[in-house]
């Protein structure tokens, strides 16, 4: 391999870190202006976002149509284009930066809880142990396969007394999430059908770099958690 191809391969992942590194600073940001305040509907808030990121960053939401910045209350749940919603004052909100990170091909999501209700703070809670544990086995196994962190990030839940919301716990860098693209791509995607190592080389010369998603649910409310972000490179 070539010194340019290293020094591509490392201008990737600085690429792929600047795109983690706005979305920290953009959720930061809105949490501190309290942006997601009871009230206010989720279309007003996506409104406020797609504003704050273009002062701070320069950024517009592009690429994924009937996407939105903010989910809430039943709306948390994955499937189908949502009603829309005005927060309420005991609510979960997922604030999902996906399609402003389109550009550099990652994702960035977090479950903000409203309110005092223990409920959703036990989810948040346990969202918050899956995704470390997820993580830890990453590290912990250098050959670490598809479909064993999914076993591992499925078990994590199951001892939270949680069910994972969709069939994958993460997928390829660069991979647009399409409904169901797990059943004819899976090994892109950290889920059971993906029998390869996590740490290796694509058939372009790239290093692959993965995004751990966390959708955990709470079947009994009908309300459900999200955990997203880079898995290799923070």
Not at 101 to 120: K, N, S
Not at 137 to 142: G, I, S, V
Not at 147 to 169: I, T
Request: net charge neutral.
């Amino acid at each position: 391999m070539t010194t340019l191809d290293r020094m591509g391969m490392e201008l990737r992942a600085l690429h792929l870190r600047e795109g983690q590194r706005m979305a920290r600073h953009l959720f930061t940001h809105v949490m501190a202006t309290q942006v997601i305040r009871p009230g206010r509907s989720e279309e007003e808030i996506d409104n406020r976002i797609a504003l704050i990121a273009r002062e701070e960053f320069g950024v517009r939401a592009a690429g994924l149509v009937g996407r939105r910045f903010v989910r809430s209350g039943s709306d948390t749940v994955v499937g189908g284009r949502w009603p829309e919603r005005v927060i309420g004052a005991q609510d979960l909100v997922v604030l999902d930066f996906e399609p402003l990170l389109v550009p550099y091909e990652t994702g960035f999501a977090r479950t903000v809880v409203l309110g005092d209700g223990l409920p959703h703070r036990r989810l948040v809670h346990d969202l918050a142990v899956v995704a470390a544990g997820a993580r830890d086995a990453f590290r912990a196994d250098d050959s670490i396969t598809g479909r064993e962190l999914y076993a591992k990030v499925r078990g994590l839940a199951a001892e939270a007394g949680r069910s994972l919301g969709v069939r994958h716990c993460g997928r390829l860098t660069g991979t647009a999430p399409a409904p169901h693209a797990e059943a004819t791509r899976p090994e892109v995607f950290i889920g059971p059908d993906n029998d390869r190592p996590l740490r290796r080389t694509l058939e372009e010369g790239w290093r692959a770099h993965w995004i751990l998603q966390v959708h955990l649910v709470d079947g009994h409310r009908g309300h459900a958690a999200v955990h997203t972000e880079l898995l290799d490179l923070v």
